[in-house]
């Protein structure tokens, strides 16, 4: 043991009492942060249940208390964190479901309480001013071209060169690392530029991280095989016009081709790259248990578990570490046409504001342009937001690392960043809202509207800003206050009886919504201040719709939130109905009246599985756009029409039927304003 971490060198023989006088939690905490100094240390995780469990243990017999003793901790219990094949489960949480320690703390723990399983992990450096730790390693599967049956799988963080992995690859193949032969790596090459081969790690091939991806080292024995003839660096001198040609059978002529189709836009990846991904026969092709090898071409050939078709959108993104939220809000955003349009149409560009404070310069524009670009031309069924995450980990400090967030306030920040990226605004003027004595509500509502719109200028206000009246009424003299507001969401809480929320009673939608909109009695800490009365008080409040947007975003509040932090322990999975067609908010509101009605439908929907922060969140969306025949594999079932829904899981995508859109995990729901008005259904 550390006499530093421990204060006594037989520390250890000491009772759980003794050591708790010694060396209480405070000091442990205080000592384990002190530890944690650098990137790529070496750190511990720790089940948190179990670590509450002691630190409950601990500060009675630091502090005894009048209530009981707390049961005494047995054997720690990482196996919890881990599935029954030994790997890490995934979607984990640091400080919910596990507390990460220096080698120093977990030593001293573990040689007090025993138990394990010892899980071992790296610090990285999140950015410039702090350390992440790296969750989850890449897991790759190497074996022989010429012994494919014959497979070693390792695990490898992003920080391992790339020369590294083909040492340890050849080593537990049990083959000279100088007589493997380096074949291209299906990459972009431009993501490699101005970069040395040894200078490449694991990091730098963007690979998915909840995927295992299997590799084939080929041996080089001085003669080439046909499939190293039609792989080789031989089509790297082949034009852009044509596939190339090969002596295999004609499966791998198709697949080839269809590989190359999709390759036409892509620079030419490097030739020096270690190994080449290996892909199994699709059915599309005919079956076999052969891997098939590409050169010189896209992602697409790399994973066959899901479609793609140029213009479809159908395309995953990979999970880069507790990145669900970002990957669901992602594909939220691609899907609403009228934001899809303006940047893949080139529009943005004019719009971009560099000079914005609030924004990030045009960097988080410019990257959601390249992300939708790459999502949308077709021919690779997944690709790598990382792009995105590099610039909001630059910006956004709270989303640098690797943590599970909350979607609806990721999506709240992006939605804010893109809005300031593109603020036709260039130089916000301020002035006091003044209003003239007798404005009616209608001149009062536009005044507002007007102040905003000269501040806030952009394809985000244009899409998703709505106006909202607020209503305080004075309980002590009834001075009548009203505001009206800009919102971008519809945060509706779930009914609930006595504190308890319903879990038989049917809840849809438009109860939510009147309870949002439900005159209420301000709590004593959220008090209002009353100008005539000079006091604070408890004052009613009543909310009205007042603008409605193109896009409404509809949050369901499924979890608790005290002190701005969301209480993921406290979900509430009531199921709550909503109409995917159809949507008639024109009753609700209260702004001046239009020619059309408020009548919206569902194009997107976040949900949220499993409770507390190690859920899951995924995304269905639907298109509109008829399939064509023969080109999507689709994982699901249903009739082919021009309407049908996609379901984004991270990097898988499959088709669902629409009676699988709702259940009681939907948590965000996405409706786009009618263009014209149609027949609206009821709830």
């Not at 790759?140 to 083909?166: G, Q, W």
């Not at 992602?330 to 404070?357: H, I, M």
């Not at 709505?466 to 004075?474: I, M």
Request: hydrophobic fraction near 35%.
């Amino acid at each position: 043991l550390n006499p530093r971490m421990t204060g006594g060198p037989h520390e250890a023989q000491c009772t759980p009492a003794q050591r708790a006088l010694l060396f209480p939690p405070s000091k442990f905490e205080q000592v384990a942060l002190r530890d944690l100094a650098k990137a790529g240390d070496t750190v511990f995780l720790l089940h948190k249940e179990w670590y509450s469990a002691w630190r409950k243990y601990a500060e009675y017999h630091t502090n005894p208390l009048s209530y009981c003793e707390p049961k005494k901790p047995g054997k720690i219990t990482n196996s919890a964190l881990l599935e029954k094949d030994g790997k890490l489960k995934k979607n984990l949480t640091k400080d919910y479901n596990f507390v990460v320690l220096p080698r120093t703390a977990w030593e001293l723990l573990h040689s007090w309480y025993d138990g394990g399983p010892q899980i071992q992990r790296t610090t990285v450096a999140s950015s410039p001013f702090s350390l992440d730790v790296e969750l989850y390693l890449h897991a790759m599967k190497f074996a022989l071209e010429n012994n494919p049956k014959k497979e070693v799988e390792l695990e490898f963080s992003n920080e391992t060169p790339v020369c590294e992995v083909k040492q340890k690859a050849c080593e537990a193949l049990g083959v000279p690392a100088e007589q493997a032969a380096t074949v291209t790596l299906l990459r972009s090459s431009a993501f490699y530029a101005g970069k040395a081969v040894d200078e490449k790690t694991i990091g730098d091939m963007q690979l998915s991280l909840y995927d295992t991806h299997k590799f084939v080292v080929v041996v080089d024995s001085g003669q080439k095989t046909q499939r190293q003839q039609a792989m080789g660096h031989a089509s790297m001198q082949q034009t852009r016009s044509a596939p190339p040609t090969s002596p295999l059978s004609p499966y791998c002529k198709s697949f080839l081709a269809t590989s190359w189709a999709s390759a036409q836009q892509m620079p030419m990846p490097p030739p020096e790259s270690l190994v080449t991904p290996a892909t199994k026969a699709s059915s599309q092709f005919g079956n076999s248990d052969e891997p098939t090898f590409s050169a010189a071409f896209s992602e697409a050939s790399v994973n066959s578990t899901s479609f793609t078709e140029p213009g479809t959108g159908a395309t995953g993104l990979h999970n880069l570490g507790n990145t669900c939220f970002m990957n669901s809000a992602l594909q939220c955003l691609s899907n609403t046409s009228a934001l899809r349009e303006y940047f893949l149409s080139g529009k943005y560009q004019k719009d971009l504001n560099t000079r914005n404070r609030l924004g990030t310069q045009g960097r988080l524009a410019q990257s959601f342009a390249k992300l939708l670009q790459e999502m949308w031309k077709g021919g690779c069924s997944s690709f790598s937001p990382s792009d995105v995450k590099l610039t909001l980990a630059r910006f956004a400090p709270q989303f640098a690392g690797y943590e599970q967030h909350d979607c609806q306030e990721f999506l709240a920040f992006f939605l804010d960043a893109l809005h300031e990226d593109l603020n036709r605004v260039k130089e916000k003027p301020y002035a006091e809202i003044k209003v003239p004595p007798g404005m009616d509500e209608r001149q009062l509502a536009d005044l507002y509207w007007d102040y905003h719109e000269r501040r806030n200028d952009s394809v985000i206000v244009d899409n998703f800003h709505g106006q909202l009246k607020s209503t305080l009424t004075c309980p002590t003299c009834g001075l009548v206050s009203r505001t009206f507001d800009p919102f971008m969401f519809l945060s509706l809480p779930l009914p609930a009886r006595e504190g308890f929320y319903f879990t038989t009673e049917n809840v849809n939608v438009t109860k939510c919504l009147e309870l949002f909109l439900q005159e209420e009695k301000l709590s004593h800490e959220d008090q209002w201040y009353c100008p005539r009365c000079k006091a604070h008080v408890r004052a009613q409040k009543k909310l009205d719709l007042w603008r409605l947007p193109k896009t409404l975003v509809v949050h369901l509040k499924r979890f608790s939130h005290t002190n701005r932090v969301w209480d993921y322990s406290q979900k509430v999975d009531t199921p709550v109905d909503f109409p995917i067609c159809g949507f008639d908010l024109s009753r609700f509101v209260k702004g001046p009246s239009t020619s059309s009605p408020f009548v919206y439908d569902l194009n997107a929907v976040v949900n949220h599985c499993g409770g507390g922060s190690g859920g899951h969140y995924t995304v269905m969306c639907k298109r509109v756009d008829k399939p064509r025949s023969g080109s999507f594999r689709y994982g699901g079932s249903g009739d082919e029409n021009d309407e049908y829904w996609l379901l984004f899981n991270d990097s898988m995508v499959s088709r669902q039927r629409e009676s699988d859109v709702k259940s009681r995990e939907n948590y965000i729901l996405f409706f786009s304003l009618r263009p014209q008005a149609q027949p609206a259904s009821k709830l």
